[in-house]
């Protein structure tokens, strides 16, 4: 995050000094900030009860701004948080869609968009055979050994004779 030049106070300060009748473009020079900066301070600043807001409450707003930033989405500040996941991979999407086409009633379409999911992969079935039995000894072998790679654990399965490519699993 970029350090400014200027803190709360001195803009309070500056502030303060516009508001007793200093000109801005005086105060601009006298500062050597330009009129757009004083008239945005200003406008961050609008939200108060009183036209420039103490220190004191402007540590209030830092805290509720910081508080703001951990909610999923900052700008809803009273709606209810809705907890859900973003639906990531083929697979998720195909099963997304087909949970709202079963328990909502909408249509393919619909419940494509709503995803974002393509039709297409929506209705993909795969013709490729399980492998069951290669996948569970692969997943053994790397539970084993952990630091091994794909390419290490190839090779042990090419030792105990199984007959693997890596575009086998």
Same mark, same amino acid.
């Given at each position: 995050?970029?350090?400014?030049?200027f803190?709360?106070?001195q803009?309070i300060?500056?502030?303060?000094?516009?508001?007793?009748?200093?000109?801005?473009?005086?105060?601009?020079?006298k500062?050597?900030?330009?009129?757009?900066t004083?008239?945005n301070?200003? &406008?961050? +600043? %609008?939200?108060w009860? /009183?036209?420039? $807001?103490t220190?004191?409450? !402007?540590?209030? =707003?830092? *805290?509720?701004?910081?508080e703001?930033?951990?909610?999923?989405?900052?700008r809803?500040?009273?709606?209810?948080?809705?907890?859900?996941k973003?639906?990531?991979?083929?697979?998720?999407?195909?099963?997304?869609?087909?949970?709202?086409q079963?328990?909502?009633?909408v249509?393919?379409?619909?419940?494509?968009?709503?995803?974002?999911?393509? &039709?297409? +992969? %929506?209705r993909?079935? /795969?013709?490729? $055979?399980?492998?069951?039995? !290669?996948?569970? =000894?692969l *997943?053994?072998?790397?539970n084993?050994?952990?630091?091994?790679?794909?390419?290490?654990?190839f090779?042990?399965l090419?030792?105990?004779?199984?007959?693997?490519?890596v575009?086998?699993?």
């Amino acid at each position: 995050m970029k350090n400014k030049r200027f803190t709360e106070e001195q803009i309070i300060a500056v502030l303060r000094e516009h508001e007793a009748g200093a000109k801005a473009g005086d105060l601009a020079r006298k500062h050597g900030i330009s009129e757009a900066t004083l008239y945005n301070w200003r &406008r961050s +600043m %609008a939200g108060w009860t /009183s036209p420039i $807001p103490t220190a004191e409450s !402007l540590g209030i =707003r830092e *805290r509720e701004a910081e508080e703001a930033g951990r909610r999923p989405d900052a700008r809803s500040v009273g709606t209810a948080r809705a907890s859900f996941k973003k639906i990531v991979g083929p697979a998720a999407k195909r099963e997304a869609v087909a949970h709202l086409q079963a328990v909502i009633g909408v249509s393919e379409r619909r419940a494509c968009s709503f995803v974002g999911a393509d &039709r297409k +992969m %929506a209705r993909y079935r /795969s013709r490729r $055979p399980p492998e069951t039995e !290669l996948r569970t =000894r692969l *997943r053994d072998l790397a539970n084993e050994r952990r630091r091994f790679g794909y390419r290490c654990l190839f090779i042990l399965l090419q030792r105990e004779g199984k007959p693997s490519a890596v575009n086998r699993i």
